[in-house]
């Protein structure tokens, strides 16, 4: 069962931190069958709103067999939980409560209640709801809790898990956990770090040069290319109109030096060949100036 606070976002992939609920975010106090019981533990608030800070969503993963065993009904989970919301309050407020009122046994006195459900913890089967309900990324979430049916069903989810041990817990007595710890608030400290961790172990990005300066960059090579080009273009055109003027000069002597030495057929010819040199030689300049 579920009661979501917030909309879900199908489509973004984003880590979570899953909650127990009774001896992690509030004190046990047995199966709790009335809001007013509700006490938040010493700094879950600020351990909470560390988590969301640090970029987490925050979903309640709890089994809630006192509904099977007719402690109390749905109802009665849905108001501690609103209870929960209300005390915490903003950011440290979760996303989205599942619970499992589910239980297998004699000891299930309402029948509708009596069945092995998959999302009963140490099974993952809350986790795997809300992370497809909510679009969470569950090798980048962390699962807290003070049982080690917690940190089963975090491990079988594929979480990262933390275990709360207030008064310590021999080593044979954590199970998988890969963290254990005193309070909420230790494990905010866990989960900050790791965030910061990650973050410092990522690569800067390489600056890349912003579109604009990049043309002007491809802009300026093109052109010292084009001058570089249309510089020796000019050198050789030069040589070509300087050749082109002294034929056209020659040309011209030659052709006067006929004339004057009396009527000939080779005088017009030779002009003419002086004339087109010396186009040849204004269109070589003209060229060469553009």
Known sequence: MTNDTTSGSPGLRRPAVFLDRDGTIIEDGGYIDHPDKVQLCSGAREALRR???AGYALIVASNQSGVARGLFDERTVDEVNARITSLLGG????????????????EAVVEAYRHD?????????MLLAAAQEHGIDLTRSWMIGDALRDVEAGR???CRTIL????????????EA?????????????????????????????QEPGSAELLRDIHRQLDLMQRRQ???DFSYLRLIGTLAQLLAV?????????????????????????????????????????
Request: glycine content about 12%; hydrophobic content about 40%; some cysteine.
């Open 230 to 232: 249309r510089q020796g």
């Open 51 to 53: 988590m969301r800070r």
């Open 91 to 106: 950011e440290a407020a979760p996303d989205a409560f599942y619970y499992c009122p589910y239980l297998d046994g004699h």
């Open 164 to 175: 709360l041990a207030p008064d310590g817990a021999p080593d044979a007595d954590v199970g």
């Open 250 to 290: 020659v040309s011209a002597g030659w052709g006067l030096v006929g004339l004057l030495a009396g009527p000939s057929a080779d005088a017009a010819p030779r002009l003419l060949l002086a004339c087109f040199l010396q186009l040849v030689c204004l269109t070589i300049l003209l060229g060469d100036r553009a």
């Open 178 to 206: 890969d963290h254990v710890v005193a309070t909420l608030r230790d494990a905010a400290d866990i989960v900050e770090g790791f965030v910061n961790e990650q973050q410092g172990s990522k690569p800067d990005a390489p």
């Open 156 to 158: 079988r989810a594929g």
């Open 117 to 125: 459900s998959d999302w009963r913890k140490p099974k993952p089967g």
